[in-house]
Each structure stands twice: as structure tokens, then as C-alpha cells.
């Protein structure tokens, strides 16, 4: 079984700049989630999604980031602009149902500066 | 709303001895508990998961883990570690119904040494 791809797993951009990540989740996993994982820190959801609808973005930062996932299987998230804290490990999860394990893809390493 | 509490940030061992790396959590609400472990430029693999039933969780790699409800501690053992064993390992929590994101703890390293 594949498991949860991301994209690019590296990027480093300049402050102000506009950069997007793309998860392709597990085949017919219908919950997704994008976490943000700064170092020395645990992951911190940024927002949740059952099928293409979202369930929590409590903690996403709307005035920069913003999340899609159109017809409820990949998911993009785009940051704009971009800030020198938003250096982190971008982490996508995904599982069947709620109540199953969640399942990590590699995550994409962003750098600003 | 929970919150989880890693009290070590790392935690050396030797070769072949015991370790238990702390994990307790706070919340209002009955709660599901995991660890993982994250690979150097990999995501997170899960260890173990105590959702209800018996409070001893076994996962793999030889680990294991006791849910303590009046304590509200989730602690990882195992017997006897491995180089290999050299990892980050997050605790994690989940509550409620509908939403079952995951809150993270800040880590533990756990450094095996020959």
C-alpha cells in the first residue's frame, strides 16, 4: 500500500515569497490533515479536512495561509506571503475514518530567509 | 482543550538497559493517547495507541505503554534498548468526537550509547 506522498520535500524561499506544498493522501482515505512542525517542537495542526470539507482551521493563519482539497483527495497548501516563522517542517496526514490511525508522509522542509 | 507535557527532552541510556520516557497530558475529557516515532527526514511512524480496555499497550519494536487515568500519564518502556533505537519520540492525545487531531508534546531524544 502507498503510502501518504508530499511535495518537494525541500524548498527555500525569500521572506515575502509565495510557496505551496501538495499531499496526495493513502487511496480512499477521506480525513486529512496539514501540521506545522517548527524545530525542537512538536507538530501543530493547521487545519483539518473530511472529504473537501474543512472540520478545523482554528489554527491556521488565514491572513497568509490557505488550504484546499478539491474533490476530497489532494490537498494544497499555500503560503502568501511568507515570513521568516513559517520556517518549519510542513507534515500531511491522513486516515480512513476519524477514529483510525493517522498516517504521516515525509513532509516538505520549507526554508525562508 | 488538552494539552500534552514531555518532561524530558532527552534521555540517555546504554545499550541494552531499560528506559521509560515520561509523557503526561491534561484534559477535561476522556482522552486517546499514542507515541511516535519520527526518522530523520521521514514522518512519523505510530509505536503504540491506547484508545480503551487494558491500560498496558504493547507496539512494536519492543515497546510498551501504561495508560494511568489518576495520574493522567502515558509513559514509554521498553526492557532493553538498541543502538537503533536512537530516535525522536513524540507523545500525542487526541479528544471528542468528529475531530480527532492530534496534539503533540515537544519530544524526547532518546540517545542510546555503547
Known amino acids: 500500500e502507498a503510502g501518504v506522498a508530499q511535495s518537494p520535500r525541500y524548498k527555500i524561499i525569500e521572506k515575502r515569497q509565495s510557496v505551496a506544498f501538495w499531499c496526495n493522501p493513502i487511496?480512499?482515505?477521506?480525513?486529512l490533515y496539514w501540521y506545522q512542525q517548527i524545530l525542537g517542537q512538536g507538530p501543530k495542526l493547521l487545519i483539518q479536512?473530511?472529504?473537501?470539507?474543512?472540520?478545523?482551521d482554528s489554527q491556521l493563519p488565514k491572513d497568509r495561509f490557505s488550504a484546499e482539497r478539491l474533490k476530497g483527495v489532494d490537498s494544497t497548501l499555500k503560503i502568501q506571503p511568507a515570513k521568516l516563522e513559517d520556517s518549519a517542517v510542513y507534515l500531511c496526514?491522513?486516515?480512513?475514518?476519524?477514529?483510525?490511525?493517522?498516517?504521516f508522509g515525509p513532509g516538505t522542509r520549507l526554508t525562508v530567509l | 482543550a488538552q494539552s500534552v507535557t514531555q518532561l524530558d527532552s532527552q534521555v540517555p541510556v546504554f545499550e541494552e538497559a531499560p528506559v521509560e520516557l515520561r509523557c503526561n497530558y491534561s484534559?477535561?475529557?476522556?482522552?486517546?493517547l499514542f507515541w511516535y516515532v519520527q526518522y530523520p527526514n521521514q514522518g512519523l511512524q505510530l509505536l503504540l495507541k491506547?484508545?480503551?480496555?487494558?491500560?498496558l499497550v504493547k507496539g512494536i519494536n519492543g515497546f510498551e505503554a501504561e495508560f494511568n487515568k489518576s495520574q493522567t500519564s502515558f509513559h514509554l518502556r521498553k526492557p532493553s534498548v538498541h543502538i537503533s533505537d536512537t530516535e525522536e519520540y513524540f507523545c500525542?492525545?487526541?479528544?471528542?468526537?468528529?475531530?480527532?487531531?492530534?496534539?503533540f508534546g515537544s519530544g524526547t531524544r532518546l540517545q542510546v550509547q555503547p
Open positions: 496526514a491522513s486516515t480512513l475514518g476519524l477514529a483510525d490511525t493517522q498516517y
Open positions: 500525542a492525545v487526541s479528544v471528542g468526537p468528529g475531530r480527532r487531531a492530534l496534539t
Open positions: 479536512f473530511q472529504n473537501n470539507g474543512v472540520v478545523d
Open positions: 484534559s477535561s475529557v476522556s482522552v486517546y
Open positions: 487511496s480512499g482515505h477521506a480525513t
Open positions: 491506547y484508545l480503551s480496555g487494558s491500560t
